[in-house]
């Protein structure tokens, strides 16, 4: 069995408008975390990989499919 499995720097299209998306380790903000309630600070959620579009923005979660 072969995992699907990316690595940093990986390209794919973007879900949302077909642009090229990069893996990335970026920091979540507000807008892709909707349980985060107006008493939280931004800072204190952990960078983590995630999908961001070049031409959209759109940002994904890389669950799973980071190697470590």
Known sequence: MQLNVSRLGDSKPCVVCGGVTILRIVQPSLATLGWVDDRSIPYDIPSMPM???E???????ADHEVEA
């Open 51 to 53: 999908w961001q579009c």
């Open 55 to 61: 031409d959209c923005d759109e940002r994904q979660p």
